[in-house]
């Protein structure tokens, strides 16, 4: 990821976050969870043949569309037992989604999932991502033809995941999820290791994808969450961030739906 200011940086915070949070209250919340959960998992380890690229957003604000089509990407390879690998198009969100939704502006990961149970969501082939220097192009302007791994999938309506545990069990039956948090000055200054606020004001909110969990050498509880700002950010695109006591806010609003595959 190429170097940024702390204002050219904000642009990238594309998640409304208190809308975001205020939309959960109108889902099915679930704090429901597995008994016996391991003291570690990975989606992109224990389903190794889906597609798990790290993208780049770019100069947008599309974190939104990012941390939702990533993880709906996951869950369609998942359900459908390796059969639908092609990645959703973020660029489709970008363009099109207008339900609560505003492009490179920003947008609610909530509302993404939410309009993805009526539309269905594309593959990066039929519409790839344009969106990196900041424009959307038109919803109509699929550059690519769409073969059999571009067929739309729609998803159930979401929900809310809350609760530790509740997180950590939904990723271990379904996948990936959706999650939003409050960035900080010195996330930005992130390079490797479980991240931790410490100082700084907060830069905006923004939307990633949790792919699982784990327990740092020095007994440290993590996520382990996947980012959109290229694999020479953080590890390999990649960052790990305290676990159990909502860091950020980002346990706060998870949210993943059931594709229809």
């Not at 998803?155 to 997180?167: D, P, R, Y």
Request: proline content about 3%.
């Amino acid at each position: 990821m190429e170097e940024h200011t702390f204002d050219s940086a904000k642009m990238l915070m594309g998640t409304h976050f208190d809308d975001h949070l205020a939309s959960l209250e109108k889902v099915e919340k679930v704090e429901d969870f597995e008994e016996n959960l391991p003291e570690s998992f990975d989606v992109t380890q224990h389903w190794p043949h889906c597609d798990y690229t790290i993208r780049n957003q770019g100069h947008c604000g599309s974190c939104w569309a990012f941390g939702t089509s990533e993880a709906m990407s996951d869950r369609i390879c998942i359900a459908s037992k390796g059969k639908i690998t092609a990645p959703r198009s973020a660029q489709q969100f970008v363009s099109c989604d207008v339900y609560l939704n505003f492009g490179c502006n920003g947008g609610i990961p909530m509302g993404a999932w939410e309009w993805t149970s009526i539309t269905g969501v594309k593959s990066w082939e039929c519409m790839p991502y344009e969106s990196g220097k900041g424009h959307a192009p038109s919803c109509h302007a699929e550059k690519a033809k769409c073969h059999e791994g571009g067929i739309k999938t729609k998803f159930l309506s979401a929900k809310h995941f809350s609760g530790e545990k509740a997180i950590m069990s939904e990723i271990m039956k379904h996948g990936s999820v959706t999650a939003a948090f409050n960035v900080y000055k010195d996330f930005m200054s992130y390079k490797g290791g479980v991240y931790e606020h410490k100082f700084g004001e907060v830069l905006g909110g923004h939307a990633v994808k949790f792919v699982g969990w784990g327990v740092d050498d020095d007994g440290t509880k993590f996520w382990r969450v996947a980012n959109s700002w290229d694999t020479t950010w953080g590890e390999g695109g990649y960052f790990r961030i305290v676990r159990g006591k909502n860091e950020c806010g980002i346990e706060a609003g998870i949210v993943a739906g059931t594709p229809k595959v």
